[in-house]
């Protein structure tokens, strides 16, 4: 399952999903991971759940993003959840890297049972058809 939390920067994404990660840190069986382009939010997620920033991994574009995905999936059989913030706007240049990265996390999900939750940062009156399948 992919859930895409699509609002304009500033709107409370981070802080939304920073609050999903650690309310479902009790009720998770397997691991979870929480992506950011920064280390700033490190402290507010719950220690339970691995904090990675993607900075430090020199990723410049969806198709190294999706590569980096893949490596941690591939390291962890017992990923159930991967919680992603801030990284899509550094790393798609345009909609139709998010459609592709989207279609490829759809695919990850669908193959290992994982959860994925996306921020992206959108207006929400003029959000692509091809994202609003996954807006919750």
């Excluded at 979870?32 to 990723?59: A, E, G, H, P, W």
């Excluded at 490596?71 to 240049?93: H, P, Q, T």
Aim: charge should be negative; proline fraction near 1%; hydrophobic fraction near 35%.
């Amino acid at each position: 399952m992919i859930q895409v939390f699509c609002k304009e920067k500033g709107s409370g994404k981070t802080k939304a999903l920073i609050n999903l990660a650690n309310s479902k840190v009790n009720e998770c069986k397997g691991n979870m991971v929480y992506i950011d382009d920064d280390n700033k939010m490190l402290l507010k997620v719950d220690k339970q759940i691995r904090f990675i920033c993607s900075t430090d991994f020199n990723i410049h574009n969806y198709t190294d993003f999706y590569g980096f995905i893949c490596g941690i999936i591939s390291k962890d059989y017992d990923v159930e959840s991967i919680f992603i913030d801030g990284v899509l706007s550094d790393v798609c240049r345009d909609q139709h890297d998010i459609n592709e990265i989207l279609n490829k996390l759809d695919y990850l999900s669908e193959k290992f049972k994982i959860d994925f939750y996306v921020n992206i940062s959108w207006k929400e009156n003029s959000i692509p058809d091809t994202i609003k399948k996954y807006v919750v």
